[in-house]
């Protein structure tokens, strides 16, 4: 969380920092070029974000959640990164995400709701089904999206129409 001064009611105004250096030189590992290389692409990919809430004008900002679900190799990962607005688009930098891990038994079979349940962060299990494939909420088919974010080099945002989240 970073400090940017104070409230309008004196409270200090915090808000996450995405994209910190130190954070991408420790977690490399967990970036997401370096998941799809060694794992491959995974079951499913689905992503959510969230209009601006005019009954909330002081949240200042909006996750973009990137989810990858591995099943048969146990384990999923979250990539949660501060929504961006690009005209009528909405957009998310996995290169400058927090990033969230669950790992469970490979043997054992489980939903994404019931791993979301337990180590989700903006993904949990009430909200999965608000969740959309990285099909239906961008351009990109799923082998597209494996090729293109695998690259170490690549710093691509994900891009998804503001219509597609219209409550």
């Not at 491959?40 to 949240?59: C, F, K, M």
């Not at 939903?111 to 009430?126: C, T």
Request: overall charge negative; aromatic content about 14%.
């Amino acid at each position: 969380m970073g400090e940017f001064g104070t409230t309008p009611e004196g409270a200090l105004d915090l808000r996450p920092i995405y994209g910190d250096t130190l954070f991408a030189q420790t977690f490399e590992y967990y970036m997401l070029p370096s998941i799809l290389s060694t794992y491959g692409a995974p079951e499913q990919v689905s992503l959510a974000t969230w209009q601006d809430d005019p009954d909330r004008p002081r949240i200042k900002s909006q996750p973009f959640s990137l989810v990858l679900f591995y099943p048969d190799r146990g384990f999923f990962v979250e990539y949660v990164t501060e929504r961006e607005v690009i005209g009528n688009r909405y957009a998310g930098c996995p290169s400058k995400s927090h990033i969230y891990l669950g790992t469970w038994e490979p043997k054992k079979v489980l939903s994404l709701p019931y791993v979301a349940q337990k180590a989700g962060s903006v993904i949990n299990e009430l909200n999965t089904d608000y969740f959309k494939s990285v099909e239906d909420a961008t351009s990109l088919t799923l082998d597209e999206f494996y090729n293109t974010f695998k690259n170490p080099e690549n710093t691509t945002c994900l891009e998804t129409s503001k219509d597609l989240w219209l409550p």
